[in-house]
């Protein structure tokens, strides 16, 4: 079996948002975290809930591709993934904002 997808929610930003959030928010946020640590990659790139997708329009800050997810009712994530690590960037209220 493939190992789980492992998470590294320590970027500034992404914690800054997320503490950021009213609790029913951050609730639903770490509810998908939740379902993220008990994933392969396999099911992340299947799961049509996450709707993982490719950001063409920009790249991380040494070239990695970057990727946006539903992070939740109303929030996506931007993220990248290092091996088995899905590196957590930023999250984003809206659709259109984690494109730019």
Same mark, same amino acid.
């Given at each position: 079996?493939?190992?789980?997808?492992? +998470?590294?929610?320590?970027?500034?930003?992404? !914690?800054?948002?997320?503490?950021?959030?009213?609790? *029913?928010?951050? #609730?639903? =946020?770490?509810?998908?975290?939740?379902?993220?640590?008990?994933?392969?990659?396999?099911?992340?790139?299947?799961?049509?809930?996450?709707?993982?997708?490719?950001? +063409?329009?920009?790249?991380?800050?040494?070239? !990695?591709?970057?990727?946006?997810?539903?992070?939740? *009712?109303?929030? #996506?994530? =931007?993220?990248?993934?290092?091996?088995?690590?899905?590196?957590?960037?930023?999250?984003?209220?809206?659709?259109?904002?984690?494109?730019?």
């Amino acid at each position: 079996m493939s190992p789980l997808v492992r +998470l590294d929610l320590n970027n500034p930003e992404f !914690q800054g948002r997320l503490f950021a959030l009213d609790s *029913k928010d951050q #609730r639903r =946020v770490l509810t998908t975290l939740r379902k993220l640590s008990r994933m392969t990659w396999e099911q992340v790139y299947q799961d049509s809930g996450l709707n993982w997708e490719a950001i +063409l329009s920009r790249s991380g800050a040494r070239g !990695q591709r970057l990727y946006s997810l539903r992070m939740g *009712k109303g929030f #996506r994530a =931007v993220a990248f993934r290092e091996q088995d690590w899905l590196r957590l960037i930023s999250l984003h209220p809206d659709h259109d904002s984690a494109y730019r």
